[in-house]
């Protein structure tokens, strides 16, 4: 049943503009999906921003990452990368190790055991996305991610 924003949020007023709706409309989807994706990574002992900075150090490869290249490639913004790198390297799923002509620069890299545990998520990660936005179809997806992206780049 669609009952609208209106009625799951039990506001009893309407929305003073379509773009006080719209906001509120995206936050109540963002909120509900990242609980959503929070509960599938939970038995894998992850959270959504220790998943994304697997990926992120995944994709980096052997050459891994410093702490700040990671925090500017974070989909939510985490104020302390390096306290999230320590909870990930005591699992023994990334490690770090100064590098290069600059002592201060601590590279971070995804171990075996991380990939490993990255690899047995594709699969799972891939069907949850699906059965969560599957039923919008390729067309309304590509709606979806433009109107985001406009959402997104309002300033250029």
């Known amino acids: 049943m669609n009952k609208g924003l209106q009625a799951e949020i039990r ?3 309407p929305f003073d503009t379509l773009e006080d ?9 963002a909120d509900q999906l990242g609980w959503e994706f929070s509960a599938m990574l939970k038995p ?10 697997l990926r992120i150090l995944r ?3 052997s050459a891994g990452w410093a702490c700040s290249e990671i925090a500017e490639r974070m989909i939510n913004r985490d104020p302390d990368v390096t306290r999230l790198l320590d909870r990930l390297e005591r ?6 190790s100064r590098e290069g002509k600059d002592r201060r620069v601590i590279i971070a890299r995804i171990t075996p055991a991380g990939a490993t545990l990255l ?4 699969r799972p990660i891939e069907d ?3 059965s969560l936005l599957g039923h919008l179809g390729e067309k309304g997806l590509r709606t979806l991610i433009k109107l985001l992206e406009t959402a997104r780049n309002r300033d250029n």
């Open 128 to 130: 949850f996305n699906r």
């Open 11 to 13: 506001q009893t007023k």
């Open 59 to 61: 994709g980096a490869g």
């Open 21 to 29: 709706e719209a906001v509120v409309a995206l936050q109540r989807t």
């Open 119 to 122: 690899k047995s998520l594709d």
């Open 44 to 53: 894998h002992g992850l959270s959504p921003t220790q998943y994304n900075a």
């Open 91 to 96: 699992r023994g799923l990334v490690v770090r």
